[in-house]
């Protein structure tokens, strides 16, 4: 399962990346997408050399997305006369890939967990097969979780973005959404924290 995680988070973070390279209509869109694909494939080295520690690459991607999306639409190119030759269409898609990072960042943090469980465990003498079974049922939670609020997060997007009424543009419905999105998942960090906890008590044993 751990390569398992490794992989899903590379490809979900490098979503929006592999976006702009495969639908950008110039060479400036297609760098930008190269340079989220490069950012987001950081992770699979690190995830083998390093005990954990991908999740902050995953946060890079989702920091550099935004940015993008910023000096990309809205009222920045306006003021300042430019262009990236971002359409709406292509941004309206990065910003629907932005809630794939979302997912990747959590995925990120259930490979560094599992890593760091399954070597703990594994030292302290525990049975292979019972532990992996454990840790397998605890991601399982974990996807349930976030597949719960990556829906009510895309529901509020669509809302704003979707329907003329609301008169909110895409940016703006992404960002409320990424609030709600974080909001729910705050949960999972809180999941965490407690399976660190229960580690120790279990490693603490005779």
Do not use: H
Not at 166 to 178: E, F, H, P, Q, R
């Amino acid at each position: 399962m751990k390569n398992q995680l490794l992989l899903g988070a590379t490809l979900l973070t490098a979503a929006p990346g592999i976006a702009m390279f495969v639908l950008g209509a110039n060479s400036v869109i297609q760098l930008l997408g190269l340079a989220t694909i490069a950012l987001a494939s950081l992770i699979v080295p690190f995830g083998f050399l390093t005990q954990g520690g991908v999740t902050k690459f995953a946060w890079l991607v989702f920091a550099f997305v935004l940015f993008v999306l910023v000096i990309a639409s809205g009222y920045i190119p306006v003021a300042a006369s430019y262009t990236l030759g971002f359409t709406m269409n292509l941004v309206s898609t990065v910003a629907l890939c932005v809630v794939a990072v979302e997912v990747g960042i959590v995925v990120s943090m259930m490979f560094g967990n599992y890593k760091i469980y399954f070597k703990d465990l594994k030292k302290a003498g525990y049975n292979e097969k019972e532990f992996e079974t454990e840790l397998y049922s605890f991601n399982r939670f974990i996807v349930l979780l976030i597949l719960a609020s990556l829906g009510a997060s895309l529901g509020v997007y669509f809302l704003f973005a979707v329907l003329p009424s609301v008169g909110i543009d895409t940016l703006s419905a992404l960002v409320i959404s990424a609030i709600i999105y974080f909001i729910i998942a705050r949960y999972v960090l809180s999941q965490r924290g407690k399976a660190k906890q229960q580690r120790t008590q279990v490693l603490k044993k005779p």
